[in-house]
Nanobody, 123 residues
């Protein structure tokens, strides 16, 4: 029903910034809640941000709160993740995911996933 494509990853020094984009193709994007997840080498997927369908509700875990900002532009079918003050522990493959209900924090709650974009932070 919807395809997601992440972009914007790359190699950044600690303390730097990076902006990720997730473009959606298919059914009206505003019907989906969206989450950003990341998977570090040898670790499970963990949530880094979620946003409601209207964009009015946002969630961040303590690990990124104050540094990451999620936003969306439904007219452009795109969700964004602005990452500031990056740390080496932020290194991971970042994925965007969409679901029809309330944006949860678990991987299993999401119905659609992008293929991911690599973010590498050097120390």
């Amino acid at each position: 029903q919807v395809q997601l494509v992440e972009s914007g990853g790359g190699l950044v020094q600690a303390g730097g910034s990076l902006s990720l984009s997730c473009a959606a193709f298919g059914r009206t994007f505003s019907t989906y809640a969206v989450g950003w997840f990341r998977q570090a080498p040898g670790k499970e997927h963990v949530v880094v941000a979620t946003i409601t369908r209207s964009g009015g509700g946002r969630y961040y875990p303590d690990s990124v709160k104050g540094r990451f900002t999620i936003s969306r532009d439904n007219a452009k079918n795109t969700v964004y993740l602005q990452m500031n003050s990056l740390k080496p522990e932020d290194t991971a493959v970042y994925y965007c995911a969409a679901e029809m209900n309330f944006p949860g924090t678990l991987r299993t709650e999401y119905d659609y996933w992008g293929q991911g974009t690599q973010v590498t932070i050097s120390s």
